[in-house]
């Protein structure tokens, strides 16, 4: 059974071969962010989040334990978001069904969850983790480097030209280079930890 996933130390695998709630709530505290992230991009509107984000987690508690990592085929987070999506069309589909006159909104929006398919829904998988995991590394290193390497590093999100962002910090364009390349440099090495300790796949 390990074979199925990149290391027999990953958190999935320990969530899913224990009873562990420490790994639970570990898993609980990184993935929930990305859950909420990708329910709002299928057009949930906010007030239902939070009771679909525990009925998402509720459903991969169960689920977890039969889920196998098949490389090239279905990475975690595809397999998490069909959960993701799976779920909040029942509960669409559920609402329109028990009031179909005055619930139009949620028809549309289980017709909607319904049309996406596997190929869409890995790719809305890997662009909300992207900038997930991204923000997370940030939000871990960022307090490594001083006030302006934040500042600069910030800038530079918005703004990619180096002689720009000098003028602006009163600095050549060859020294905010640097700043830039000490930020990017530790801030991708941290994301490439958390993917690893996340699952990496």
Known sequence: MEKN???????????????????WDEFVKYYE???YVVI???GVKKELVEDLLQDVLLKVWKSLPKYEYREGECTF???LCLVIRTTV???FRKKSTKNDSKNVDYDATAHALDAISEPEIN???????????SNMAWKNVKDEFSDKSREIFEASIHEEDNKV???????SASSVRVYKSR???????????LNQELGGA
Do not use: C, P
Request: glycine share 4%; no cysteine.
């Open 123 to 133: 790719k809305i998988a890997e662009l909300e983790w992207k900038s997930y995991i």
């Open 33 to 35: 962010g990305y859950i």
């Open 89 to 91: 069309y029942n509960f």
């Open 40 to 42: 709002r991009s299928m």
């Open 165 to 171: 962002l000098g003028e602006r910090f009163g600095m």
């Open 183 to 193: 930020v990017k440099k530790v801030l991708l090495r941290e994301i490439s930890r």
């Open 77 to 79: 987070r595809t397999w």
């Open 5 to 23: 996933y990149r290391t027999s130390q990953t958190l999935l695998y320990k969530i899913a071969h224990s009873d562990d709630d420490q790994s």
